[in-house]
T-cell receptor, first 112, second 112 residues
Framework: QKEVEQDPGPLSVPEGAIVSLNCTYSNSAFQYFMWYRQYSRKGPELLMYTYSSGNKEDGRFTAQVDKSSKYISLFIRDSQPSDSATYLCAMAMNTGFQKLVFGTGTRLLVSP | DAGITQSPRHKVTETGTPVTLRCHQTENHRYMYWYRQDPGHGLRLIHYSYGVKDTDKGEVSDGYSVSRSKTEDFLLTLESATSSQTSVYFC???????????FGPGTRLTVT
């Protein structure tokens, strides 16, 4: 079993929809939770990170962490065709040297 | 791409030849990382550096070596390239910890 699981998709939605992207994890020691966006043939771009549990909002993006369920989500409101990309979740512990553990990514397609 | 360049951007090489990839940053960040990205595996850490001349192994370090003689440069060397090292290689940097990593544009390496 992988430490971080992510549905590969693709997830297809119409423009304007609310998108929910999710990851589950098995290591309860993870304390940092990140979301990256990666366009085709580009490097991953950090969207946001949260520490421990709770929500964090940045514009149309909201990250949510439920440590009791070992489940994290990224919500995208009013999705746009420019949001079409692969979304990677990543996690790190808070002890020692923090190494990121990545999910394999979910491909999102937003149609006009 | 947050002041990070990678060179070359594309390379085709033959099995058994040595290959060096370069990562250059202009952000003066302390930490630098090398990842490889493969379908079904996501991003996996090869090596990382926590300062000049200070490096350590990641989860897939076999067949790779690194060097960091200056803050701004982190080199990844494949001593004798194999077809299993065909991949996209990303460099990343961070200053506050693994939870805030910024990625370069990537190098697409093909070993024939």
């Amino acid at each position: 079993q992988k430490e971080v699981e992510q549905d590969p998709g693709p997830l297809s939605v119409p423009e304007g929809a609310i998108v929910s992207l999710n990851c589950t994890y098995s290591n309860s020691a993870f304390q940092y939770f990140m979301w990256y966006r990666q366009y085709s043939r580009k490097g991953p771009e950090l969207l946001m990170y949260t520490y421990s549990s709770g929500n964090k909002e940045d514009g149309r993006f909201t990250a949510q962490v439920d440590k009791s369920s070992k489940y994290i989500s990224l919500f995208i409101r009013d999705s746009q065709p420019s949001d079409s990309a692969t979304y990677l979740c990543a996690m790190a512990m808070n002890t020692g040297f923090q190494k990121l553990v990545f999910g394999t990514g979910t491909r999102l397609l937003v149609s006009p | 791409d947050a002041g990070i360049t990678q060179s070359p951007r594309h390379k085709v090489t033959e099995t058994g030849t040595p290959v060096t990839l370069r990562c250059h940053q202009t952000e003066n960040h302390r930490y630098m990382y090398w990842y490889r990205q493969d379908p079904g595996h996501g991003l996996r850490l090869i090596h990382y550096s926590y300062g000049v001349k200070d490096t350590d192994k990641g989860e897939v370090s076999d067949g790779y070596s690194v060097s960091r003689s200056k803050t701004e440069d982190f080199l990844l060397t494949l001593e004798s390239a194999t077809s299993s090292q065909t991949s996209v290689y990303f460099c990343a940097i961070s200053d506050h910890g693994a939870y805030e990593q910024y990625f370069g544009p990537g190098t697409r390496l093909t070993v024939t």
